[in-house]
T-cell receptor
Framework: EAQVTQNPRYLITVTGKKLTVTCSQN?????MSWYRQDPGLGLRQIYY???????DKGDVPEGYKVSRKEKRNFPLILESPSPNQTSLYFC????????????FGPGTRLTVT | DQQVKQNSPSLSVQEGRISILNCDYT??????FLWYKKYPAEGPTFLIS?????DKNEDGRFTVFLNKSAKHLSLHIVPSQPGDSAVYFC???????????????FGKGTHLIIQP
């Protein structure tokens, strides 16, 4: 089954404790992206990657890091999480030929206290 | 500055009637537009899209209209069904001449409620 998986689905952590949210897709997609969804703000892009070893900032990259060492994986790293990073995070992927029709993962709800 | 705007946070429509969701954009460089649908506890799913070279695209009960001069697009759902109750996001992007595209810019979403 074609899918985008994220782990963990739920996470409660404390300020400053480094964490990684994993994202993996099994569709051989070149394009992958991370979004955060906040009430009243919709979906905002954090980082995206057009292919392996190619990453670029989205609209709200501050406080986040990403890496794309393999085509299928695109982890999101919070080196020193802060409460304003409490949010619902979505990973997405798409084929280069249809970069707009992104497939989204189920989401990771992160709470930073 | 929000480049993609959905000014109605929520919309309530009776089952069987037409639902019209609106979206405005400010960036004239956008040339590809999409609608995504999102149920609670799930990721958004692609619904329908339209290129700026068209003014209408239809897929079953869903039709998207694009008015480039007004920088406005709308999603029509006819007839509306209970399963259509969800949050709908409008999104826009810029296509590259060599293929590929810029990232998606989303609106804040409109919560559509279909009443029996």
């Amino acid at each position: 089954e074609a899918q985008v998986t994220q782990n963990p689905r739920y996470l409660i952590t404390v300020t400053g404790k480094k964490l990684t949210v994993t994202c993996s897709q099994n569709m051989n997609h070149e394009y992958m992206s991370w979004y955060r969804q906040d009430p009243g703000l919709g979906l905002r892009q954090i980082y995206y990657s057009m292919n392996v070893e190619v990453t670029d900032k989205g609209d709200v990259p501050e406080g986040y890091k990403v890496s794309r060492k393999e085509k299928r994986n695109f982890p999101l790293i919070l080196e020193s999480p802060s409460p304003n990073q409490t949010s619902l995070y979505f990973c997405a992927s798409s084929a280069t030929g249809s970069p707009f029709q992104q497939y989204f993962g189920p989401g990771t709800r992160l709470t930073v206290t | 500055d929000q480049q993609v705007k959905q000014n109605s946070p929520s919309l309530s429509v009776q089952e069987g009637r037409i639902s019209i969701l609106n979206c405005d954009y400010t960036n004239s460089m956008f040339d590809y537009f999409l609608w995504y649908k999102k149920y609670p506890a799930e990721g958004p799913t692609f619904l329908i899209s339209i290129s700026s070279i068209k003014d209408k695209n239809e897929d079953g009960r869903f039709t998207v209209f694009l008015n480039k001069s007004a920088k406005h697009l709308s999603l029509h759902i006819v007839p509306s069904q209970p399963g259509d109750s969800a949050v709908y996001f409008c999104a826009a992007s810029i296509m590259y001449s060599g293929g590929g595209a810029d990232g998606l810019t989303f609106g804040k979403g409109t919560h559509l409620i279909i009443q029996p």
